[in-house]
């Protein structure tokens, strides 16, 4: 019996043993048990493995926290690298703002400017003093006046659709003159025209050059006078040119302003071209002496004129001498 009680001890513990080694060779990966029992204490799974230790522990370790630090220092660079052309943006902003309004406050004032001026005389202005030489002073100027005779029967008589072509024959015949011989156009005022010389822009003998313009305006002038004819209009030009100091400047208000001059050399202008007969350019004594070398002019007498006290003599113009002071220009 001692012998089959033995037998039976150790069959009992070889099942035990490839019962142990069928559990361990079923256990799944995750480190747990059958039916999802949790390993028991003395128990060893991968987790439980030998670790890294010592100088490759720390390599391991310092690896990463590297990589993650030069990432940082790259982006601390980009973030700075973008704030920096951020500014840089800015101020070139900036300056390409101020330029535009300065390129458009310089357009402005040429406009202004060339509303008064020959192209060239606002040209120079710009340069000089960006338009300051509009302020107002006082110097000596010739003044030219225009006014056609018979306008007012005309404007009565005729569609204003036919005044108003006539005039803008007219202005732009006159004005083209204008440009040519850089005059400053004052105004134009229906029918009449108001001209400068020697303002704003010192000219060399700005009686000279206004007399060579009028001459040129009464030849202008017969071309006009022979189309109108055609059509019926009874029109013709009358001149007068004065010399004399006046105040010069703008007046008017912000945003509407007119450059004119003050002074009785305008109000005598004004007076001899309402004197003058069609086709006539009647001038001061003053212009006179100012133009002998260069125009033939003859003296028609003291005349009588409206706001001053005394007789003012009186000159005009030989237009038939117009070749000599072309050829002098």
Not at 3 to 8: D, L, P
Not at 78 to 94: I, K, M, P, Q, T
Not at 236 to 245: F, N, R, S, T, W
Not at 270 to 278: E, P, T, W
């Amino acid at each position: 019996m001692s012998m089959n009680m033995q037998s039976n001890s150790g069959d009992m513990q070889i099942a035990s043993n490839e019962r142990s080694r069928a559990m361990l060779a079923n256990q799944p990966a995750s480190g747990m048990y059958p039916f999802g029992q949790p390993r028991g204490p003395g128990t060893s799974g991968p987790g439980d493995w030998p670790r890294p230790s010592g100088e490759s522990a720390v390599i391991a370790r310092a690896k990463p926290q590297s990589t993650l630090r030069a990432k940082v220092r790259d982006m601390t660079a980009l973030v700075a690298r973008l704030e920096r052309r951020a500014v840089e943006l800015l101020r070139a902003n900036r300056i390409l703002e101020r330029r535009v309004a300065e390129g458009a406050d310089e357009a402005g004032r040429l406009s202004r400017l060339k509303s008064f001026f020959s192209p060239s005389v606002a040209d120079i202005l710009l340069e000089a003093a960006s338009g300051d030489g509009l302020q107002r002073c006082r110097r000596e100027v010739v003044v030219v006046f225009l006014d056609l005779r018979g306008f007012t029967a005309f404007a009565e008589s005729a569609d204003p659709e036919q005044v108003m072509s006539v005039l803008e024959e007219y202005h732009d015949a006159m004005g083209q003159l204008v440009v040519a011989h850089a005059g400053t156009l004052e105004r134009f005022a229906g029918d009449g025209i108001m001209i400068l010389f020697n303002a704003p822009v010192a000219i060399d003998d700005p009686a000279v050059v206004a007399i060579r313009m009028t001459i040129a305006m009464q030849q202008r002038f017969e071309l006009l006078r022979q189309a109108w004819r055609q059509r019926g209009y009874a029109l013709d030009l009358g001149i007068g040119v004065a010399q004399g100091y006046a105040t010069i400047g703008t007046i008017g208000f912000k945003g509407r302003l007119d450059y004119t001059a003050i002074g009785t050399v305008t109000n005598l202008a004004s007076r001899l071209c309402d004197a003058a007969a069609g086709g006539q350019i009647l001038i001061s004594q003053l212009v006179s002496e100012c133009v002998a070398r260069f125009a033939r002019t003859v003296s028609i007498g003291n005349l009588a004129l409206k706001g001053f006290c005394r007789p003012v003599e009186v000159y005009e113009v030989q237009t038939g001498c117009e070749a000599s002071v072309s050829a002098q220009g």
